[in-house]
Nanobody, 124 residues
Framework: QVQLVESGGGRVQAGGSLRLSCVAS????????MGWFRQVPGKERRFVAAVSGRDGTTHYVDSVKGRFTVSRDNAKNTVYLQMNSLKPEDTATYYC?????????????????WGQGTRVTVSS
């Protein structure tokens, strides 16, 4: 099992940027797809972005395309989510997750290991 710890959340005004980091420990995340999900109170956790564990391919939910960038540094066992042009509707708790294999999935069921989340608040 791998332990995931997110950081980088905070409060920012609309149009601003944040960079989330997810540091893994215990096992390497190399070869595993890594995803970012977000959740607001009272709603289900939803897919945001993911990066393949095979070739670095990325995938995004439509609402963040062109604004968010997911990347990974296997040498540092770390995944990042660069968030630009933030909007109030991006406000949520953001979770990092490790998939069971290398291929990207948008389903939270596929992800085995989860971080504790980091809160992002975007004010208008």
């Amino acid at each position: 099992q791998v332990q995931l710890v997110e950081s980088g959340g905070g409060r920012v005004q609309a149009g601003g940027s944040l960079r989330l980091s997810c540091v893994a420990s215990g096992r390497t995340i190399s070869g595993r797809a890594m995803g970012w999900f977000r959740q607001v109170p009272g709603k289900e956790r939803r897919f945001v972005a993911a990066v393949s564990g095979r070739d670095g391919t990325t995938h995004y939910v439509d609402s963040v395309k062109g604004r968010f960038t997911v990347s990974r540094d296997n040498a540092k066992n770390t995944v990042y989510l660069q968030m630009n042009s933030l909007k109030p509707e991006d406000t949520a708790t953001y979770y990092c997750a490790a998939d069971t294999n290398a291929v990207i999935s948008i389903s939270s069921i596929r992800y085995k290991d989860w971080g504790q989340g980091t809160r992002v608040t975007v004010s208008s």
